[in-house]
């Protein structure tokens, strides 16, 4: 057994889960398919099994137990390796990454500045150990324990595992291209989730893209480069228009233009006029200038109009703002992409552009399709934190142990911590007295150096209820500080049922219907299939442009076979079409137009939906 002195170094002082990185097995494109073959035959391997398994070289035997791992529910750390003294590799060995415990210098550091990382190790024993056999010349299991300690991941969240998220060569190239033009790390991810199917098939996170950004190319290209954007937008064009027009919506949503050299901020514009002219009805009448839609002619026109109107010929402000006038009015600007923003208010100018878009361009189901994903991305980041709740728990760092500890188990993490805020909290108050009533007792509580502020909290011997003056119960559902020392004066080592609201606490979930994978929905057959084929199509984009030849072969081929299939869809839609109008002619309506504020267009229903996608930025 290699377990001794060695372990002891394992331990990384800093970082608990230091990232594990299949580096050494960079997985070829084929991989993908002995995956899935070998994920079916996982189900079956039995321990005896795996005693008896034979690898030609370590990277093999890594891949094997990764694999395994990955079928089984837990993440792989690399363990100790031994070798000869010409240096060569004579065993190895992999464990669980729940092996060990932290470090205890790094649990009972006092003096650090950020919530430690939560705490992942307890100690398993799940390990994998391979030694070289000079005989067979193979190399041969030696070591296999395969119990764990802690329950094993569902196969839902193993995506969230360290050794489980690997970046693939295809998907690298991809994102190196996709950088090199200027497209932001955040959408080349959501770019890579649709085109897998989902983020359960992507198999990294956001993070690991910005790590592997940041480890591979030391290169900052800044999130919105708006001039690298367009390049790579116009480039796109040319070969596919649908590819266009899907970006166009991405990156016009998510980005704002940064400090555009074009083009002035209208809503600057618009202020300023309201403090230089102080002419009623100027800015309105100023701004419809700005805005209107016509042609140059138009506009000069309604300018003239205006400055007679107001009698302004020769006011300062209007003549500066006017030799400008190419740089903010909408007539001189027609023409030029700018993703619909006209101003560095951020919601507004989302607005503006969702606006013009869903009225000329965008169908409704295509916006649903958008405000789906950005679903979908807000339920992954939850069943990531749901994850964190329930597979690592928080290092505890007040002296009430037994009651901070009992809080960890049956609070989510997030409220896990504001929990252990309160009871920091609690230290500033103290009982001055305590009636008893029979079946329950009444605390007076009094704040240090606010002697004549009292709170009272009552509390039920039989069923430990309890409920204070503050209300702040009632209010946010967390138990208040008073309440906390309370559970100090009764001993209490465990939160009562009765200051646990069911929504902070891992239950919640339990009672509602938690909805995963809602990207298969809907649209499904189709989502999957593009999916499918988006991943068929980047592992032969990775080889074809390894040379010029078969670059250019492929575009060829792809060319007459997008005309063939286009003309087949054309055929099929047709008729589906003519079908649909039939029966849905006289039950649809048109969606519900609602004015926004702050923009003059109408816009449709979805505008809800534009502001939620903003939020989860
Ligand atoms: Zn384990
Ligand atoms: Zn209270």
């Not at 932290?102 to 391979?130: D, M």
Request: aromatic share 12%.
């Amino acid at each position: 057994m290699d377990k001794g002195k060695e372990k002891e170094f394992i331990i990384d002082l800093n970082d608990e889960d230091f990232d594990y990185q299949y580096d050494s097995i960079v997985k070829t494109d084929s991989d993908e398919e002995a995956i899935l073959v070998s994920d079916k035959i996982f189900n079956d391997l039995t321990v005896e099994d795996i005693w008896k398994m034979e690898f030609s070289s370590v990277e093999e035997a890594e891949e094997f137990y990764n694999l395994f791992a990955k079928v089984t529910g837990f993440s792989v750390r690399k363990d100790d390796v031994k070798r000869d003294k010409n240096q060569n590799i004579v065993s190895r060995r992999w464990v669980c990454s729940k092996e060990g415990y932290r470090h205890r210098v790094c649990l009972e550091n006092e003096n650090r500045k950020q919530e430690p990382k939560a705490v992942t190790r307890v100690g398993c024993e799940a390990t994998f150990r391979i030694g070289f056999n000079k005989q067979m010349n193979k190399w041969v299991v030696k070591e296999f324990m395969a119990d764990h300690n802690h329950p094993l991941v569902e196969q839902k969240n193993v995506q969230f595992l360290q050794s489980h998220r690997v970046i693939k060569n295809a998907d690298k190239t991809q994102l190196n291209a996709m950088r090199g033009v200027g497209i932001g790390t955040s959408q080349i991810m959501d770019y890579m989730v649709q085109q897998s199917g989902g983020y359960n098939n992507v198999g990294f996170t956001k993070k690991d893209l910005y790590n592997h950004v940041d480890a591979d190319s030391r290169v900052h290209l800044r999130d919105g480069d708006a001039e690298g954007a367009l390049a790579y937008l116009c480039g796109k064009s040319e070969m596919d228009p649908s590819f266009y027009y899907k970006y166009n919506v991405d990156i016009s949503i998510k980005r704002i233009f940064p400090d555009s050299y074009h083009r002035l901020c209208a809503w600057h514009i618009q202020r300023n006029a309201f403090t230089n002219v102080h002419v009623k009805d100027f800015t309105n009448h100023f701004s419809k200038c700005m805005f209107m839609e016509g042609t140059v002619e138009e506009f000069e026109c309604a300018w003239n109009d205006m400055l007679e109107m107001f009698n302004l010929h020769g006011h300062k402000w209007v003549t500066d703002i006017y030799a400008k006038r190419s740089r903010w009015a909408e007539a001189y600007l027609r023409g030029h992409f700018f993703a619909g923003m006209k101003s560095t208010q951020r919601c507004e100018s989302m607005n503006a552009y969702l606006n013009r878009f869903l009225k000329t361009r965008l169908k409704l189901f295509e916006f649903v399709k958008h405000f789906d994903r950005t679903l979908s991305r807000i339920r992954h980041n939850e069943a990531k934190a749901e994850f964190e709740t329930h597979h690592s728990s928080a290092v505890l760092t007040t002296k009430l142990y037994a009651l901070e500890k009992y809080a960890g188990t049956v609070f989510t993490r997030q409220s896990f911590l504001k929990f252990r805020d309160e009871m920091k909290n609690a230290e500033l108050f103290f009982s001055v007295s305590t009636e008893n009533h029979g079946g329950y007792r009444v605390h007076t509580l009094t704040k240090f150096r606010s002697p004549d502020k009292i709170w009272k909290v009552c509390y039920g011997n039989s069923d430990r209820s309890m409920k204070c003056t503050c209300m702040m119960f009632e209010s946010v559902g967390f138990p208040c500080p008073h309440m906390i020392v309370v559970m100090k004066i009764e001993h209490l080592e465990e939160i009562p049922e009765t200051c646990i609201m069911k929504r902070w606490s891992k239950l919640a979930k339990e009672t509602v219907q938690v909805h995963h994978d809602n990207e298969i929905q809907g649209d499904a057959t189709n989502i999957i299939r593009y999916g499918a084929l988006s991943s068929m199509c980047s592992r032969m984009s990775y080889f074809a442009s390894q040379s010029e030849k078969a670059f250019k072969e492929a575009r060829c081929e792809i060319q007459r076979l997008t005309c063939q299939i286009e003309e087949l869809c054309k055929n099929s839609v047709e008729e589906s079409e003519r079908e649909d109008l039939k029966a849905t002619k006289h039950h649809v309506r048109d969606p519900i137009i609602v004015k926004t504020k702050g923009h003059h267009e109408p816009l449709y229903i979805g505008n809800f939906g534009s502001k939620f996608y903003y939020h989860n930025q």
